[in-house]
């Protein structure tokens, strides 16, 4: 099946700092990856959808200059959270969707990022 | 504005008994519905789609679009079942694709 692979699994970061978190199809071509925010016991929070080649689209709410994402291939999207907060620590996933084919999306293994 | 409601935080239903986990959707264009699941330690994967009208580790799902609901149901529960459940919507707003789930249900099966 379908793999995505996010990297890293976990990661901790001093306050001001920036983390860029990556997320791979390792098997099929993506052209939509979507990346999300669960907080504890909560549901998955879509901050943005990429589109192979072009800019992201983020959700109402989201700060596009914190959470930079960045879809230059088909297999890789990175986001990248800048001057990072501890009121970004949080688990971050991300998915993606084949070119063609079925339209599900496959998740990742997620990120949890703490800020310290 | 475009939403996936999902009322049962938590259920907990005894093997063998019939499982229904409740979603309901609001969107007004032709809506795209599936369910994923989260076993202990995993990642979520999907379940089913509706467009596919199939039958998955004995769970079924049916688009209602008078009722605007898409409830997973299996008719006998088995412990293998117990996992977090979500519901997901995708769409199309102004040309940009979405994918958005609800809260979750955590499914319980009592032994």
């Known amino acids: 099946g379908a793999v995505v692979s996010q990297h890293p699994s976990r990661v901790i970061c001093k306050s001001g700092t920036s983390v860029k978190i990556e997320c791979r199809s390792l098997d099929f071509q993506a052209t939509t990856m979507f990346w999300y925010r669960q907080f504890p016991k909560q549901s998955l929070m879509l901050m943005a959808t990429s589109n192979e080649g072009s800019k992201a689209t983020y959700e109402q709410g989201v700060e596009k200059d914190k959470f930079l994402i960045n879809h230059a291939s088909l297999t890789l999207s990175t986001l990248t959270v800048t001057s990072a907060h501890p009121e970004d620590s949080s688990f971050y996933i991300c998915?993606?969707?084949?070119?063609?084919?079925?339209?599900?999306?496959?998740f990742g293994q997620g990120t949890r990022l703490t800020v310290v | 504005a475009q939403r996936v409601t999902q009322p049962e935080k938590l259920l907990s239903v005894f093997k063998g008994a019939p499982v229904e986990l409740k979603c309901n959707y609001s969107y007004s264009g032709s809506p795209e519905l599936f369910w994923y699941v989260q076993y202990s330690r995993q990642r979520l994967q999907l379940l089913l789609r509706h467009i596919s009208r199939e039958s998955i580790k004995g769970f079924t799902a049916d688009l209602n679009k008078g009722e605007t609901s898409f409830h997973l149901k299996k008719p006998f529960a088995q412990e293998e079942d117990s996992a977090m459940y979500y519901c997901a919507l995708r769409f199309f707003n102004f040309g940009n694709e979405k994918l958005t789930f609800g809260t979750g249900t955590r499914l319980t099966i009592i032994p």
């Open positions: 998915s993606a969707r084949a070119r063609t084919g079925p339209t599900e999306a496959f």
